[in-house]
């Protein structure tokens, strides 16, 4: 069983950043992929920010050029670093990891609390 704890939510204002992290129990988390995942009121959950085992990434195409996914493997945390926030960024933020590490797209198996960011306008 791997437990994921997310930090680092907030309210910011437009333009401003935010650095989420998702601190992972046990011993495999180097060979997990990991992903980044965003619900808004209304929607449909969807993945922002994803990372291979290998450090391979992919990014929505509405977070390119603005979001970065990285992780620490001695620290077993990965990170989305959010620079220029829109009103739109608004959401429940979701860490998740996908046990094939060499894949980025869902299922994923397990799951954080999420934790939230409000970027005003």
């Known amino acids: 069983q791997v437990q994921l704890v997310e930090s680092g939510g907030g309210l910011v204002q437009a333009g401003g950043s935010l650095r989420l992290s998702c601190a992972a129990s046990?011993?495999?988390?180097?060979?997990?992929?990991m992903g980044w995942f965003r619900q808004a009121p209304g929607k449909q959950r969807e993945l922002v920010a994803a990372i291979t085992s290998g450090g391979s990434t992919n990014y929505a195409d509405s977070v390119k050029g603005r979001f970065t996914i990285s992780r620490t493997n001695a620290k077993n945390t990965v990170y989305l670093q959010m620079n220029s926030l829109k009103p739109e960024d608004t959401a429940v933020y979701y860490c998740a990891a996908n046990t094939r590490g060499v894949a980025t797209t869902p299922p994923y198996d397990y799951w954080g609390q999420g934790t939230q960011v409000t970027v005003s306008s």
């Open positions: 046990g011993r495999t988390f180097s060979s997990y992929a």
